[in-house]
């Protein structure tokens, strides 16, 4: 279709997405071992680590299937 985003741009998007979490585990594991986080209050800690590494995982398996959809199988699957 002429109206779709290239798959390049797909790729690099989910790529950026995977660097940026990776990223915010990186600085939350700083955070932690630097001892501030005694400050802030460590439920939302937990939920933000929760946060990055579910979008880590997600962009991860997103960039898997992205660049080898013939192992991983179609991205939608139609009924």
């Given at each position: 279709m002429s109206g779709d985003c290239p798959r390049s741009f797909i790729?690099?998007?989910?790529?950026?997405?995977l660097i940026g979490?990776?990223?915010g585990i990186w600085y939350l594991s700083l955070w932690f071992s630097c001892g501030e986080a005694c400050t802030g209050s460590p439920i939302q800690a937990a939920n933000l680590l929760v946060s990055f590494v579910v979008i880590l995982f997600f962009s991860g398996y997103m960039l898997?299937?992205?660049l080898f959809p013939g192992r991983t199988g179609?991205?939608?699957v139609p009924h």
């Amino acid at each position: 279709m002429s109206g779709d985003c290239p798959r390049s741009f797909i790729v690099a998007g989910y790529l950026i997405t995977l660097i940026g979490s990776f990223a915010g585990i990186w600085y939350l594991s700083l955070w932690f071992s630097c001892g501030e986080a005694c400050t802030g209050s460590p439920i939302q800690a937990a939920n933000l680590l929760v946060s990055f590494v579910v979008i880590l995982f997600f962009s991860g398996y997103m960039l898997v299937k992205m660049l080898f959809p013939g192992r991983t199988g179609p991205l939608l699957v139609p009924h």
